[in-house]
């Protein structure tokens, strides 16, 4: 029958079908907890530098854990794996963690019979193991962030925020020792604390115990992590396991020996520490080299004392014919990007990040059918002219002659494709910028005679600051600054 499927390509789109189907279901469902090992080397000799030299396997040397009494003064200390002989360090630490509760009815509750364990509170020890040097954490955002849905409230935390970058924040939360013979926790739900929390970080010190194996579930599909087994060259192995707060989990019954965990709430934050952040920069633009010889140009009367705008070609190459780069930008800048835009924001003026039509365009475009044009006119003022498209678009590409043959597009066909966009006469520009890192932002034909050629209208990222007439200009800048002489 003509048309129809051989058994071949039949039995192949069953299998792209079941291919397709457990891709479907793994975005769904599997994503929802992630684990992972960090052996532990006692001559330990992992430095950050080597993190992406693959030359060596991370390992993580001893961890360490001092802790309190119920006074509140430091009484022990212990490594783990405990060496032999300091078993005794071991005993006291589980004796000094009080019976663990757990929430309930916006409560705490004790009760044996689903919660056997022992901990001490994020107040009561310290230690010396930290997520973020392991990895341990960018590995959970990498897994389990781009399935979370934003949480409610996140947008409310300034203008500028998304999802691209959005962080994790670990914070250390509980020790909790489960000691056989049959230390558990029934199966439950945490309690999130506060709408950005997403999930729950464990990790497991390398310590020899029996059961206690966490298993995690999610719509129907289940996860075990056995957080007590070692690795077989070293012997000993921290494990972690991450999950997002909506899954059920249990720790089963620990059967020998102790299972002495850290747990840490995992928060999704809108990139804290960026510095772009909206609303808490971690790097003040005060102390940047920069800042004062800027500041003081703008101070200075005879500096654009009519106002207008000042134009800083980003200096690195950003990726920004596409629409993603509106919600990058500014937050992905860098290096002297991210100084400049910074210091300007911080003196009160708007400071924008936009596309902008690189020049070389307007030297091309001409309306040579009209009489009166003077091309050397027309050149020079071409230079005076920017235009910043609204925002970062995909390349436009112009296939069909829909426009006068022979003729480039003209502003008001721009407009067409890309928006209405501003035109600024006599930008500043702060340096000359690198052709470099041009993009296209608009390809089209153009017809000579029977030719026709493919012309581009290039693109930059860039940054332009609009500075107030200088009768009113007001540097937000000042007020700090002298207040801080004030108290010196
Ligand atoms: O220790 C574990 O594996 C998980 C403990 C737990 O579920 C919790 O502390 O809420
Ligand atoms: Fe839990």
């Known amino acids: 029958m003509p048309g129809a499927k051989s058994l071949l390509e039949t039995a192949e789109d069953k299998v792209m079908q079941q291919l397709s189907k457990a891709i479907e279901g793994y975005n769904s469902t599997a994503a929802f907890s992630c684990g992972g090992t960090v052996p532990i080397d006692i001559r330990s000799t992992t430095r950050y530098g080597d993190f992406t030299s693959a030359k060596t396997p991370i390992t993580s040397p001893p961890v360490t854990i001092r802790w309190d009494d119920q006074n509140g003064n430091v009484t022990g200390k212990i490594q783990f794996p405990v060496l032999p002989g ?275 365009f307007n030297e091309d475009w001409a309306d040579w059918s009209d009489v009166h044009f003077n091309e050397l006119e027309y050149e020079r003022s071409a230079k005076d002219f920017t235009r910043a498209l609204p925002e970062f678009q995909e390349i436009v590409i112009i296939g069909e002659p829909g426009f006068e043959p022979g003729f480039p597009p003209r502003d008001f066909e721009l407009a067409t494709h890309w928006g209405k966009y501003d035109l600024f006469k006599h930008v500043k520009w702060l340096d000359q910028g690198d052709k470099r890192n041009n993009e296209v932002a608009m390809a089209f034909q153009t017809w000579y005679g029977n030719e026709h050629e493919t012309g581009w209208w290039y693109s930059f990222a860039a940054i332009l600051v609009c500075v107030p007439p200088f009768a009113k200009r007001n540097l937000e800048g000042d007020v700090e600054s002298s207040s801080m002489e004030e108290k010196d």
């Open 86 to 360: 300091k078993e005794a360090a071991l005993e006291k630490l589980v004796k000094s963690c009080q019976p663990a509760t757990f929430g309930f009815g916006g409560g705490n509750v004790l009760d044996e019979k689903i919660r056997k364990a022992g901990k001490l509170d994020v107040s009561e020890f310290s230690t010396s193991f930290n997520p973020y040097d392991y990895g341990v954490v960018d590995a959970v955002a990498q897994a389990l962030l781009p399935g979370i849905a934003r949480p409610e409230g996140v947008d409310k935390v300034g203008n500028g925020a998304n999802s691209q970058h959005w962080g994790v924040v670990a914070e250390l939360y509980k020790l909790n020792a489960y000691s056989a013979p049959s230390d558990k926790f029934k199966p439950h739900v945490d309690t999130p604390r506060g709408f950005t929390q997403f999930g729950s970080l464990v990790v497991s010190l390398p310590n020899p115990h029996a059961g206690g194996v966490l298993r995690v579930a999610h719509k129907g599909v289940e996860r075990y992590f056995d957080l007590g087994s070692n690795d077989a060259k070293t012997n000993s192995t921290i494990h972690w396991a991450a999950f997002y707060s909506d899954c059920e989990h249990e720790v089963l019954p620990v059967t020998s020996g102790h299972r002495i965990t850290l747990t840490y709430q995992l928060y999704i934050s809108e990139h804290i520490g960026g510095v772009v952040h909206p609303t808490f920069p971690t790097a003040d633009p005060k102390l940047y080299p920069l800042y004062q010889s800027l500041k003081e140009t703008l101070e200075s009367p005879g500096f654009m004392k009519q106002g207008g705008m000042l134009g800083f070609h980003c200096a690195h190459q950003y990726a920004h014919t596409n629409n993603t780069a509106n919600q990058r930008l500014p937050h992905a800048l860098k290096g002297i990007d991210v100084v400049i835009y910074t210091i300007f924001k911080s003196l009160g003026l708007e400071t924008q990040v936009r596309p902008v039509l690189d020049h070389e």
